[in-house]
């Protein structure tokens, strides 16, 4: 739609006063006097005065001027908020909008109708057609409006949803609409946590923007919707610029490690289970795709997911050889001088088992049978040192800590102190390969 131009503005600006009734009359027809002009000036000639014509001359002038003046008219001319009032000679809406310049499309509004009947003091309304992107209850739609502004336009859409909003044309970091916001009210403008009034709410919504120092990226969102005004002067609408934030994001989980149990042929069932192998838990990495606004989770897609460390099974081995039954010592020769010898040797290896004096090297075989002789074994299965002790057991008999972290001499002497008060037995399986039970 194209803007107006007057079709007649002025007749006889001059004032000037005829000289005759013959000069009053137009030149031409009333059609011809309607053509546009800013200053139309009527062009007057001198006709000859012929007796007997002159009451006739005189007859139609008077009855062109009456038809002249009733076909003028006076009418007012809205377009698209702007108004003014214009002298024409046209009989019609689209004759006058014709005789003005102003096209109007398909998607124009004309009020009244095109064909309506122009009379003096007629108002006819123009209303330019815009294609807008609407939310309505978070669905996006295309719809044509020929409201004046935004405020109109939201007013009109209501009863498409409880939560109407006009979403702003974007072209890289600009956000526009093709609409003034609010012709008579203020505006709000809510961004970054913060509500600004502006309180011109006709310029463009752009300018506003511009005017704030508000810079939109790509991904942002710029919504115009209605608002309930508190008192009267307060806005109606309001501007809402929504921050979107798209990131990747990594997340690192544990992956626990898994155990697993082996037999081993070459160790004594006795000996309990050793842990040949330290388990550690593995990693995994996780990456996101994670979309904000205004710093909420809006959306959150995996893209992807890989152990970056793996585990660390643990293994523990198991002993399942037995140990063999000790050989019987041979039965001594019975002889007077051996039978006394015997007895006494007899009484003396009882005192042995009973009092902890075993045969020289004893404790160094019970500790290889053992313990393999090293003094730091640590089996894993809560017995340690040479003799492998449990900690109860050797806190109880006035160890420290545990026995794989003191001396050899430590363990021995307290090995000795326990075999002294509970005798072999605390060993059965070694004690019986060495014969001491």
Not at 62 to 86: C, H, P
Not at 179 to 204: E, I, N
Not at 376 to 405: C, D, K, R, V
Request: glycine share 10%; with cysteine; net charge negative.
């Amino acid at each position: 739609m194209t803007g107006p131009h007057d079709d007649w503005t002025c007749v006889n600006p001059s004032n000037e006063t005829p000289h005759s009734s013959a000069e009053s009359m137009p030149e031409a027809g009333p059609d011809a006097a309607a053509a546009p002009t800013t200053t139309a000036t009527r062009r007057r000639r001198r006709l000859p005065l012929i007796a007997g014509l002159a009451a006739g001359a005189l007859v139609v002038a008077g009855g062109a001027a009456t038809a002249y003046e009733s076909a003028r008219k006076s009418v007012t001319l809205d377009i698209d908020g702007e108004t003014r009032t214009v002298e024409t000679f046209s009989g019609s809406v689209a004759g006058l909008l014709d005789a003005q310049g102003v096209e109007v499309g398909e998607r124009d509004a004309v009020t009244p109708d095109a064909d309506a009947a122009l009379r003096d003091g007629s108002q006819v309304v123009v209303r330019s057609g815009h294609e807008l992107t609407v939310d309505v209850d978070g669905e996006q739609d295309d719809v044509w409006v020929t409201a004046l502004d935004a405020e109109e336009a939201l007013r009109g859409l209501d009863a498409r949803g409880s939560d109407v909003s006009l979403v702003a044309s974007r072209s890289g970091d600009r956000a526009s609409l093709p609409l003034q916001l609010d012709a008579d009210q203020p505006v709000a403008v809510v961004a970054d946590g913060t509500t600004t009034v502006v309180d011109d709410g006709s310029v463009g919504l752009e300018a506003i923007l511009q005017g704030l120092g508000l810079t939109v990226d790509d991904d942002d969102h710029v919504f115009v919707e209605r608002q309930t005004a508190k008192t009267e002067g307060d806005p109606a609408v309001r501007i809402v610029i929504e921050r979107v934030e798209t990131k990747k994001v990594t997340k690192k989980v544990a992956v626990d490690h898994k155990s697993r149990t082996e037999k081993d042929a070459d160790r004594y069932a006795d000996q309990g289970s050793t842990v040949a192998q330290e388990g550690k838990d593995g990693e995994r990495t996780l990456t996101y795709r994670v979309t904000t606004v205004d710093g909420d989770v809006v959306a959150k897609k995996k893209l992807s997911d890989k152990v970056t460390t793996k585990p660390v099974t643990e293994v523990v081995v198991e002993g399942t050889k037995e140990r063999p039954e000790p050989e019987p010592e041979p039965a001594p020769k019975e002889t007077s001088s051996s039978s006394s010898s015997s007895s006494s040797s007899s009484s003396s290896g009882s005192t042995s088992k009973a009092t902890g004096s075993a045969p020289a090297g004893v404790w160094a075989d019970l500790a290889q049978c053992e313990s393999g002789g090293n003094p730091a074994t640590n089996t894993g299965n809560g017995y340690y040192g040479l003799y492998q002790f449990s900690a109860q057991t050797w806190q109880a008999m006035g160890g420290s800590g545990l026995p794989s972290e003191n001396s050899a001499a430590e363990q021995t002497r307290i090995a000795k102190k326990l075999q002294a008060q509970s005798g072999w037995g605390q060993w059965p399986g070694c004690a019986a390969k060495l014969g001491l039970l």
